[in-house]
């Protein structure tokens, strides 16, 4: 059984910083992506930034481009999210998801919890 734990959301001004971690944990084969979406409510559930786990290559949502770095530790399967410059906007419940490989089930999708950053004076 595979799970994303994120932890590090939590309250900000505006114009400070948080960095999210995602660790993927279980009998995992292979990763080949990991990811960060946002929901705010009553919004749908948006791409913040992807992370390639073969190439290293990284997207951003053009919302948070030249904000945000998405980074991983490939030893502890970990991804990690450097949220700087925050905005009233970037308020929502973060996910955590990951393409990987496990027992019986290969290129499978999954998510975390999510945590919630709130940016707020």
């Known amino acids: 059984q595979v799970q994303l734990v994120e932890s590090g959301g939590g309250l900000v001004q505006p114009g400070g910083s948080l960095k999210l971690s995602c660790a993927a944990s279980g009998t995992i084969f292979s990763i080949y992506s990991m990811a960060w979406y946002r929901q705010a409510p009553g919004n749908q559930r948006d791409l913040v930034a992807t992370?390639?786990?073969?190439?290293?290559?990284?997207n951003y949502g053009d919302s948070v481009k030249g904000r945000f770095t998405i980074s991983r530790d490939n030893a502890k399967n970990t991804v990690y999210l450097q949220m700087n410059s925050l905005k009233p906007e970037d308020t929502a419940v973060y996910y955590c998801?990951?393409?990987?490989?496990?027992?019986?089930?290969?290129?499978?999708?999954?998510w975390g919890q999510g945590t919630q950053v709130t940016v707020s004076s």
């Open positions: 998801a990951a393409g990987l490989d496990t027992i019986g089930r290969t290129g499978g999708w999954y």
């Open positions: 992370f390639s786990w073969s190439t290293g290559s990284t």
